[in-house]
C-alpha cells in the first residue's frame, strides 16, 4: 500500500516553517553583533565587568549556533545567504579584535610600541584560523591555536602576571596559532564531552566571579580554574598524543 503525498497546502506550510526556522538561526548568530557593540561600548566606557559579560554571550552563542544550523538545515533551505562568513565576522571581532583591545589598554604589554607590536602578531596569526580552510580535524578538535583570545586575555587578567609572564604568553599562544596542535572543542568533540562541556561552564563561572570581585582571588576559585581549566587542556594535550602514537604505528607497519 502506498502513501499518498502530503497536500500542497501542507506541504507549504512545511516549507515556510523551514524557512522561518533556518532564519531564526541566521538571526540567532547575528545577534553577535549586538553583543560585539556592547562589549566594545563597555571597554570604551571603562565598564570590564560589562564588557565580559556581553563577550561570555557572545561565546555562549557561537558555541550552540552551529548545532542549531546543522539541525535547521540552513544550508538546505538557505543556501543563498552564506551564515559561515558571519560566523567568522562575529568571531574575529568577540573571539579576537574586542580582547586584543582590551589586552592593549589593560594588561602589561611593556612599552606602547611592544604593545602594538604584539597586537598586530595576534591580529594578524589569528587570520591563519580564521581564513584556514583545514582549521578542524576528522574528529572535529581545532588544529592550531584556535585564536580564542578572549580567553587569554581574560586569563592574563584576573591572574594579574607581571609584563614579562604577560608579554611571554602572547608570544606561545602566537606560534600555537601557526603549530598544527589540537585543541578540543566541546561541543563537537565526542570523547568526553559530558566531562569537557562541564569544565568549561566550571572555569567559565570561576573566571566570571573573579572578573566580578577583581582584585580579589580567593584560594577556591583559583582552585576551581585551574582544575577545570586543566581538565580542558589534558584532552588537548591526550588527542596531541594519540594523533603521534597513530602516525607512529601506521609508519611502523609500512
Not at 73 to 92: H, L, N
Not at 106 to 128: D, E, N, R, T, Y
Not at 183 to 198: G, Q, S
Request: proline content about 6%; aromatic content about 14%.
Amino acid at each position: 500500500m502506498t502513501t499518498s503525498p502530503a497536500p500542497e497546502p501542507q506541504r507549504t506550510t512545511h516549507r515556510r516553517r523551514a524557512y522561518a526556522g533556518a532564519w531564526a538561526v541566521h538571526l540567532f548568530t547575528l545577534s553577535g553583533f549586538l553583543w560585539a557593540l556592547l562589549a566594545m561600548l563597555a571597554l570604551l566606557d571603562g565598564h570590564i565587568g560589562w564588557m565580559w559579560l556581553w563577550l561570555g554571550i557572545a561565546a555562549l552563542i557561537d558555541g550552540v549556533d552551529g548545532f542549531l544550523a546543522r539541525k535547521a538545515r540552513v544550508k538546505e533551505i538557505a543556501p543563498w545567504f552564506d551564515g559561515t562568513v558571519v560566523d567568522i565576522v562575529v568571531d574575529y571581532l568577540t573571539w579576537t579584535f574586542i580582547p586584543v583591545l582590551f589586552m592593549l589598554m589593560h594588561l602589561p604589554l611593556g612599552p606602547k610600541p611592544v604593545a602594538i607590536g604584539l597586537a598586530v602578531l595576534i591580529l594578524v596569526s589569528s587570520m591563519f584560523c580564521y581564513a584556514n580552510e583545514n582549521w578542524k580535524s576528522t574528529d572535529y578538535y581545532f588544529i592550531g591555536f584556535p585564536a580564542a583570545w578572549n580567553v587569554i586575555a581574560v586569563m592574563l587578567y584576573v591572574l594579574a602576571l607581571p609584563a614579562s609572564l604577560t608579554i611571554a604568553a602572547v608570544l606561545v599562544f602566537v606560534v600555537l596559532t601557526l603549530v598544527p596542535t589540537h585543541y578540543t572543542h566541546p561541543f563537537r568533540v565526542e570523547r568526553f564531552m559530558a566531562l569537557n562541556i562541564i569544565s568549561v561552564l566550571v572555569w567559565m563561572g570561576a573566571t566570571a566571579w573573579m572578573v566580578a570581585i577583581y582584585p580579589a582571588r580567593p584560594v577556591w576559585l583559583l582552585a576551581a580554574f585551574w582544575l577545570s581549566g586543566g581538565w580542558f587542556a589534558a584532552t588537548c594535550i591526550l588527542r596531541d598524543i594519540r594523533g603521534r602514537s597513530a602516525r607512529s604505528t601506521a609508519e611502523a607497519v609500512e
